[in-house]
């Protein structure tokens, strides 16, 4: 299981995980900008920073500060215009009530909260599908998790609004699972010897995880700081948008990551910078177990990356195992196959044989006559079996070495061993010949006399038709030294 789930390149200086690198831990990590289908001709600045008042400011507080800008910026057309907007809007308490709950869709012409409150109607049929309903016009597209089934898929972090949308049929959910998201699997790779392969054993693996911050536990804050409400989505954890003349949608909030609050700049970790989680070097043993292959691969659970939002699981470390080749054994499955190369004096009279097994080397006694290719079969001297129990056995192979030199000593004895079976062969044609030749004058003198050659059973396989020798020319005649040819 090419490695993704990496985050590397994207993280920020000194090993932090920036806030925008969070992204669906199914997928490789990449920093994308969060997709928003509102017109960016629609959308209005934020009045509360418009007018530099907080947003429990008082109405008082308002009025103070729109006079007071009013008056540095009554030369420049624009910002006066943009400082009136917002100044209409705050001060008016049914206006302020709907930027605070729907956000800048309620600026927007074609706005009807009465619609957004009232749901999109023939829509809640779908709650016996996953008992969910929408909670204004097609707002809360998280719901989709609740009305088709969460599954238990992952949501991209960034609020990706088709992903929140058609996700849900492959077991999308909303930012309420974020508490549950599971981090990411890491991978890395180690190599074997053949030998550790089979027997097994430890290996010591580095990696870099993503995990929680220790200074501030994973919160991302300094020590007496507290979290403060987003001020994009006033703490609902979601952005209302309208498109198409009064269309309304809603959107996971990418400020705050649907979780209604953020971290103020000054109230930020110093270690993790307000992330939360930073990369760390560890040190894992890895347990390989006998009879693994090479490709395969070993998970380590919760040895993978702290999940980039929430509390949830950890990811997993998966080992792939590189297995190096052997010079000695072929291997096949849980059965082991060896190349024995004998003499060809031990092939005919038999004798021990040193062969190599995982545990050792043995001594196989081997019967006179061994043929080249004849194998012997060591039961349970293979490989155990990776599922299961038992092991494999191990085969080997006979090969008959033939001296390219020999002594004089050698090839007397060689030759005498020839001359002694040749003889014996001769002395059996002779005598067969002669009883040929006795019965020969019994038989029919139209049938032919049968004869085989005493070493044809030595050269001729059993299938191969025999070819009968050409006929050798007469000698001639040979005469005494000096005499002459009559006239």
């Given at each position: 299981?090419?490695?993704?789930?990496?985050?590397?390149?994207?993280?920020?200086?000194?090993?932090l995980?920036?806030?925008s690198?969070?992204?669906?831990?199914s997928?490789?990590y990449?920093?994308?900008?969060?997709?928003?289908?509102?017109?960016?001709a629609?959308?209005?600045?934020?009045?509360?920073?418009?007018?530099?008042?907080?947003?429990?400011?008082?109405?008082?507080?308002?009025?103070?500060?729109?006079?007071?800008?009013?008056?540095?910026?009554k030369?420049?057309?624009?910002?006066?215009?943009?400082?009136?907007?917002?100044?209409?809007?705050?001060?008016?308490d049914?206006?302020r009530?709907?930027?605070?709950?729907?956000?800048?869709?309620?600026?927007?012409?074609?706005?009807?909260?009465?619609?957004?409150?009232?749901?999109?109607?023939?829509?809640?049929?779908?709650?016996?599908?996953?008992?969910?309903?929408?909670?204004?016009?097609?707002?809360?597209?998280?719901?989709?998790?609740?009305?088709?089934?969460?599954?238990?898929?992952?949501?991209?972090?960034?609020?990706?609004?088709?992903?929140q949308?058609?996700?849900?049929?492959?077991?999308?959910?909303?930012?309420?699972?974020?508490?549950?998201?599971?981090?990411?699997?890491?991978?890395?790779?180690?190599?074997?010897?053949?030998?550790?392969?089979?027997?097994?054993?430890?290996?010591?693996?580095?990696?870099?995880?993503?995990?929680?911050?220790?200074?501030?536990?994973?919160?991302?804050?300094?020590?007496?700081e507290?979290r403060?409400?987003?001020?994009?989505?006033?703490?609902?954890?979601?952005?209302?948008?309208?498109?198409?003349?009064?269309?309304?949608?809603?959107?996971?909030?990418?400020?705050?990551?649907?979780?209604?609050?953020?971290?103020?700049?000054?109230?930020?970790?110093?270690?993790?910078?307000?992330?939360?989680?930073?990369?760390?070097?560890?040190?894992?043993?890895?347990?390989?177990?006998?009879?693994?292959?090479?490709?395969?691969?070993v998970?380590?659970?919760?040895?993978?990356?702290?999940?980039?939002?929430?509390?949830?699981?950890?990811?997993?470390?998966?080992?792939r195992?590189?297995?190096?080749?052997?010079?000695?054994?072929?291997?096949?499955g849980?059965?082991?196959?060896?190349?024995?190369?004998?003499?060809?004096?031990?092939?005919?009279?038999?004798?021990?044989?040193?062969?190599?097994?995982?545990?050792?080397?043995?001594?196989?006694?081997?019967?006179?006559?061994?043929?080249?290719?004849?194998?012997?079969?060591?039961?349970?001297?293979?490989?155990?079996?990776?599922?299961?129990?038992?092991?494999?056995?191990?085969?080997v192979?006979?090969?008959?070495?033939?001296?390219r030199?020999?002594?004089?000593?050698?090839?007397?004895?060689?030759?005498?061993?020839?001359?002694?079976?040749?003889?014996?062969?001769?002395?059996?044609?002779?005598?067969?010949?002669?009883?040929?030749?006795?019965g020969?004058?019994?038989?029919?003198?139209?049938?032919?006399?049968?004869?085989?050659?005493?070493?044809?059973?030595n050269?001729?396989?059993?299938?191969t038709?025999?070819?009968?020798?050409?006929?050798?020319?007469?000698?001639?005649?040979?005469?005494p030294?000096?005499?002459?040819?009559?006239?």
């Amino acid at each position: 299981m090419p490695p993704h789930n990496y985050l590397q390149g994207h993280c920020a200086p000194s090993g932090l995980v920036s806030p925008s690198a969070r992204t669906d831990p199914s997928r490789p990590y990449h920093v994308g900008r969060c997709f928003h289908s509102t017109n960016p001709a629609l959308a209005s600045k934020n009045p509360y920073d418009t007018l530099g008042v907080k947003k429990d400011a008082s109405a008082a507080d308002i009025k103070k500060a729109y006079f007071s800008i009013q008056i540095q910026t009554k030369n420049a057309r624009e910002k006066f215009v943009e400082i009136q907007e917002a100044y209409d809007t705050l001060k008016d308490d049914k206006k302020r009530e709907a930027y605070d709950r729907y956000g800048a869709a309620s600026q927007q012409q074609g706005f009807d909260p009465n619609f957004a409150n009232a749901g999109f109607g023939g829509f809640g049929g779908f709650g016996g599908a996953g008992g969910g309903r929408f909670r204004g016009g097609f707002s809360g597209f998280q719901d989709f998790s609740e009305v088709f089934g969460s599954g238990g898929g992952r949501r991209s972090a960034q609020g990706d609004l088709f992903e929140q949308l058609f996700g849900a049929y492959a077991g999308g959910r909303g930012p309420k699972a974020s508490a549950n998201m599971r981090g990411s699997d890491i991978e890395t790779n180690v190599g074997v010897t053949f030998l550790e392969a089979c027997k097994g054993t430890t290996k010591t693996v580095n990696v870099q995880p993503v995990a929680n911050c220790g200074t501030c536990s994973g919160s991302g804050l300094k020590e007496g700081e507290k979290r403060s409400t987003c001020p994009s989505c006033g703490g609902s954890g979601e952005r209302t948008y309208v498109i198409n003349s009064g269309f309304q949608m809603s959107s996971t909030c990418d400020t705050c990551d649907g979780q209604g609050t953020t971290i103020p700049r000054n109230a930020q970790c110093g270690t993790c910078g307000g992330a939360g989680k930073v990369r760390v070097k560890k040190t894992i043993q890895v347990t390989i177990p006998a009879g693994i292959e090479d490709g395969m691969t070993v998970r380590v659970p919760n040895a993978g990356d702290a999940p980039i939002s929430g509390s949830g699981p950890f990811g997993d470390l998966l080992v792939r195992i590189n297995v190096s080749r052997s010079n000695t054994f072929q291997r096949q499955g849980s059965n082991l196959y060896y190349n024995a190369q004998i003499p060809f004096y031990t092939a005919l009279l038999g004798g021990r044989v040193r062969v190599p097994t995982l545990d050792g080397n043995v001594d196989v006694r081997i019967p006179g006559g061994t043929q080249p290719g004849e194998e012997m079969v060591l039961r349970g001297r293979g490989i155990s079996a990776l599922y299961g129990s038992g092991s494999g056995d191990l085969f080997v192979r006979f090969g008959v070495q033939v001296p390219r030199s020999l002594t004089r000593r050698q090839r007397e004895l060689i030759q005498q061993y020839a001359d002694e079976t040749e003889g014996k062969a001769s002395e059996a044609s002779s005598t067969s010949a002669k009883k040929t030749e006795d019965g020969s004058a019994s038989k029919p003198s139209g049938e032919a006399p049968f004869h085989k050659s005493p070493t044809a059973d030595n050269w001729l396989s059993r299938d191969t038709p025999s070819t009968p020798p050409a006929s050798e020319p007469e000698a001639e005649e040979k005469k005494p030294l000096g005499e002459k040819d009559s006239q």
